[in-house]
DNA sequence: CATGAATGAGGTTTCATTCAT
DNA sequence: GATGAATGAAACCTCATTCAT
């Protein structure tokens, strides 16, 4: 019994991160449901027993990418350090976070091709956010009381903003790369990036 | 003669404008020949006539999309005003250009994903951001003469931050939306996202 | 053990009711094995554990059907009333019996369609049908001899075309719903059918 | 360009008829869109250019079986002749237009197992009908003003009724068959099948 | 320049059925 | 007796592309 609910577990599982893979890859219109059946060494047809669609399969990727990083970002315990190391850890983070899963970026995009359609019928999806926007309005006000922070930063746009200079980077690493004739993703370019993040944000934030 | 070459003229901008919409909206493999044919008012086959096949259109249609923003950019003649006025105006433009060409941004987004294999095969595309990197360079350099601007920005990694703000903001703006629970392209907000990007940055720059 | 024997029974003859309901309203191609299992609550497999394939439930499903309508046609008796009033009591039976088992209609449909490939390979139906006619010949006989009915009725004959005015008007009531543009199945117009139908047959049975 | 409309019309009858008789032998569910491919020796591609799907297919089979049954009953011209004859015609004309397009029968079966789903949806049926019914009434109000047929006879209820005994005879010949366990399309049973009818709608009719 | 007809390959999905427990 | 997991075959349908004129 319990190692027939652990096989459906693996089974279903397996398909997940086989989904995961093909649609960071080709997109959703462009993922191919016999290739993660390949992908996951399963029957094709058990991905229809499992999720109900491709679409709903999507959804359900989508779903746990969002869960994942919401994971990690609760691990940070931002609000538990100096204000200033706190939003370089930030930054740093979803800096090699965006790096560690392109398959991240890569299902974003897919989903606001589709305008959101399948995030906008999924449940407890908006709730997961909001512990990251307290957490990084508790450290602006701490950086402010400190003396340290500038004033009226809003917590959702600086959010934005972080996240937007990292992922930009990378969702569009292709296209800038070819535009700048260099490689973007060479080890050098990224530190330097990182280091101008960092710089940038700083910049702006502190007094 | 001259009519019918305005007439093929006319016929096949007719197409690329269709195939823009349609990608814009569906994305590479998403979109459809069909489609496009009945967006144009005219017969598939001769979209094949014209272009050799999806791929080829979409390359067209993407170089099209390339060289309208760079004539846009170029008539900002950054160059000729005062520096910090000239931060302000890039950021601006850049916000506006996005806003009413949200094609561009789709475009780019399915460019990426099938990794620039297009934009790889394109002559004449890498030469074109050049200018605005120098203008940049030349605004930046002005700036730190006059004593406002700090030391050692690289205007690629400006440019491609200023790009990032203004891109993901709407490039994502349907999960952010889904996610703030807010819509994010409510006009108020617009105006909140520009005033705070513009503070980024010149924060960032600014002594 | 008993009580396991009767659970069996209760299993297998959900399952055949549920069978009976699906394919009443699907046919046979259209009945799908899932739903049934769905509809008897019970699992998948137990249907192929009890019936061995998805012909030999349908099969089981029209003998429980024919044995039925056998069964109640034999509680009818007419051999022991007046010959006009066992005219007429087939009659109201037959149109009364098809109207509570509108799945015996569908079922019929369906096994025709396969040109009773199923029946074909049933033992013990063939025989239950001449009771019935027996009866009617019987009625015939007794009306004829009492001067009553017309002479050279055959009562084969006779019952299907009493059961074929019945059984077009029910099974067909969509279609001719729709051609006729009035409700068939309304109560007022199928009392009127069967007045018609009682006068059609007497005045062709009766002198 | 003759030429080019004069094939279109022949791939897309020809795929009509095709689908007939796949649909006939089938019903809707069970026929295969592959295998109408084949019959009408086309690419099964152009059977979804031509219809849009299998559903919308049968429609056009179900709307083109009942203009052509409909025309020829126009052909009768029941108005023109001696009552009595006209309504021997009518179900000679019947009987031999089932025998003659089992395919009709079948289609009628399958669109009451869909409860007239494609019918519903369709334009231009129910007028088709009345001018028959016109025609039976005129012929029954001709009969009783010459003192031959008897009064209050729905034109519609016999019209329902003697489609019924010529239709339930022939689509549930395969079950009757079996169960009687005699041959009723043997020449022979077919034609004492008619005169019965004949007898039995007479024998009502006539005073 | 322009078009309606046609196609092969391959897409998602569904099905009855069986395996393993 | 009962079940969840798994499967191969085949269903409907779609796609980019080409033919013929």
Same mark, same amino acid.
């Given at each position: 019994? /319990? ?7 693996? $089974? ?22 016999? @290739?993660?059946? /390949? ?8 991905? %229809? ?57 890569? &299902? &974003?995009? @897919?989903?606001?091709? $589709?305008?959101?359609?399948?995030? !906008?019928? =999924? ?15 508790? /450290?602006?006000? !701490?950086?402010?009381? !400190? ?11 600086? %959010?934005? =903003?972080?996240?937007?200079?990292? %992922?930009?980077?990378? =969702?569009? $690493? ?13 080890? !050098? ?10 710089? &940038? ?7």
């Amino acid at each position: 019994m /319990v190692k027939l609910i652990k096989q459906e577990a693996d $089974s279903k599982y397996i398909i997940l991160l086989a989904a995961q893979a093909e649609f960071a890859l080709h997109g959703l219109s462009g993922a191919r449901v016999d @290739s993660i059946a /390949v992908r996951a060494g399963l029957n094709k047809r058990l991905i %229809y027993y499992y999720f109900r669609s491709k679409d709903q399969l999507f959804l359900e990727v989508l779903e746990h990418a969002y869960s994942e990083i919401r994971r990690a970002e609760q691990a940070l315990h931002l609000d538990q350090i100096d204000p200033v190391q706190a939003v370089r850890q930030l930054i740093t983070f979803t800096w090699d976070y965006y790096l560690d899963h392109p398959e991240f970026i890569s &299902l &974003l995009n @897919s989903e606001n091709q $589709s305008q959101a359609a399948h995030l !906008k019928n =999924s449940k407890n999806i908006q709730a997961s956010t909001s512990p990251l926007i307290k957490m990084i309005d508790f /450290v602006l006000q !701490k950086g402010r009381e !400190k003396g340290l922070f500038r004033d009226g930063i809003d917590p959702i746009q600086l %959010y934005i =903003s972080i996240a937007g200079i990292c %992922y930009f980077y990378l =969702s569009n $690493s292709h296209t800038l790369s070819t535009i700048f004739a260099k490689n973007l993703l060479h080890p !050098k370019l990224k530190a330097q990036r990182l280091s101008h993040m960092i710089d &940038l944000i700083l910049g702006y934030v502190l007094l």
